[in-house]
């Protein structure tokens, strides 16, 4: 089709016009009209130019990923092979994982400016968290599929080669994750803090993105329960993994304020997608309190078991020989099976009250979806619609099944149908995207501003 007869079609449809497709050099944008032209019907670019705008925001698509994986794993309704269905997700996610690290690292090899500006632009320096959210999510989805096709030897909480094995790998992996994004937490937010003042973020188009570098280092608390399960010092792995998971849930309760004061000043933000990711937080946190309440009692054991005595609160001690807690306070012994019942009710009490929280957010965004999407043009914040969620559902699971509420667990296995078709549309709806340069083209990515 000529140039012509492009500019003619942008015309009678001006809803597809794209203004302010790039800057020279790329063949776009040095022609006013070409920039209304639609994306598909533009001149092609070679595919390495194209790699220019391969952003962090593509690790959205493994969050996601792992995200149903690991909803296929906990499901509390299951049919035969489902299991096999959730590992066949999980191994594809890690070929997604390696195929989009293998783009970025090749972007940053051709572009050589690429990873400042990274950095630098907020727009995408938002995204760089998640590619720490995919790894927790990874590591995540191999401790439930190891327990799965590897369950322990005996009922003991001594498993096999294969459970003992991941169980050092979590250990491991656990305090390397802890440590790395706990830094990038603290850098994270002092680029964004610094950035040249043209560049910075405007309050008046705040979304729950802002949230996303504290993400990573709370889901340490969500890994803490897993790595907890049969390591030795599991108490330093809870301790530390509680830290951490209150760390990231304070700071998006402060950006929570700025959020909503944001939509009740100018309404709500063109991409709604991005509306679900306030739903994350006070999910995952939830989640988390129960997982890590659950190793307490086994952790408490094991410090008694072995003759230790750890100063404990209101001047509780472990006792060195025997299974209770003796207070020096003056106290009775106390069994260690009241002292962890009383951390589970603590744990559920907090995760109902955060699960509360996060239902509203949920339904809110829902509200906001249903009610119109003024942009309908695929951005990757669409994968929003997923990973969030996805811990929603898994602290519906954890609270259900305390509970012991068919009807939670039920509406847990429907959430979960629904995210899987959910993550089946996103995707082709991506793939789609690429092919009609809706993204991985000037001015339409994270890397445009």
């Known amino acids: 089709m000529s140039i012509t007869s492009a500019i003619a079609a942008a015309k009678a449809e001006e809803d597809l016009s794209t203004p302010g497709l790039g800057p020279p050099g790329h063949g776009l944008g040095e022609d ?10 533009q001149p092609s670019l070679p595919w390495r130019k194209r790699l220019l705008h391969f952003t962090f925001a593509w690790y959205t698509v493994t969050m996601s990923t792992s995200g149903i994986s690991l909803l296929l794993a906990l499901t509390p309704h299951r049919f035969p092979g489902l299991s ?44 760089i968290p998640t590619f720490f959210l995919s790894i927790a999510a990874i590591l995540s989805n191999a401790a439930e599929y190891t327990l799965l096709f590897f369950p322990p030897a005996d009922v003991k909480g ?3 080669n294969g459970n ?4 050092g790998f979590l250990k491991v992996m656990f305090w390397i994750y802890l440590g790395l994004t706990f830094v990038f937490s603290v850098v994270g937010y002092h680029l964004l803090f ?3 003042e043209e560049r910075r973020l405007q309050v008046s188009a705040m979304t729950p993105a802002w ?25 330093g792995i809870v301790a530390a993994g509680l830290a951490a998971q209150g760390l990231g849930m304070l700071v998006s309760v402060f950006f929570y304020a700025t959020y909503l004061s944001r939509l009740m000043a100018f309404g709500l933000p063109v991409q709604r997608p991005g509306m679900f990711i306030a739903v994350g937080p006070p999910s995952f946190t939830a989640a988390a309190l129960i997982s890590l309440a659950e190793q307490v009692e086994g952790i408490l054991r094991g410090l008694t078991s072995q003759g230790r005595e750890v100063s404990w609160v209101m001047g509780l001690a472990f006792a060195s020989s025997s299974s209770s807690i003796s207070a020096s306070a003056g106290l009775d012994t106390i069994p260690v099976e009241m002292v962890a019942a009383g951390v589970r009710l603590v744990a559920l009490t907090s995760a109902v009250f955060l699960w509360g929280l996060s239902f509203w957010f949920f339904v809110s965004a829902v509200g906001a979806v249903v009610a119109g999407m003024p942009d309908r043009r695929f951005h990757l914040s669409w994968w929003s619609f997923i990973f969030p969620n996805v811990g ?4 519906t699971v954890r609270v259900g099944k305390v509970f012991g509420s068919e009807g939670l667990l039920w509406f847990s296995s429907v959430m979960t149908a629904c995210l899987f078709l959910a993550w089946i549309v996103i995707a ?5 995207a690429v092919r009609r340069r809706e993204i991985m083209w000037p001015g339409h990515d994270e890397d445009s501003s």
């Open 32 to 41: 006013s009209d070409l920039r209304r032209v639609p994306t598909y019907l």
């Open 84 to 127: 096999t269905v959730g590992l066949i997700i999980y191994l594809l996610d890690l070929i997604f994982f390696l195929f989009i690290t293998a783009a970025i690292t090749l972007r940053f090899i051709l572009y050589k400016n690429a990873f400042r500006r990274a950095f630098t632009r907020p727009t995408e320096a938002l995204f």
């Open 158 to 160: 001594e498993g096999g």
């Open 164 to 167: 003992m094995g991941m169980a």
């Open 194 to 196: 610094t950035v040249k």
């Open 211 to 235: 949230i996303l570098p504290i993400f990573p280092v709370m889901l340490a608390g969500t890994l803490a329960g897993g790595a907890a399960k049969a390591a030795r010092q599991a108490l």
């Open 392 to 395: 929603f559902v898994l602290s």
């Open 428 to 432: 082709a709806r991506c793939l789609r």
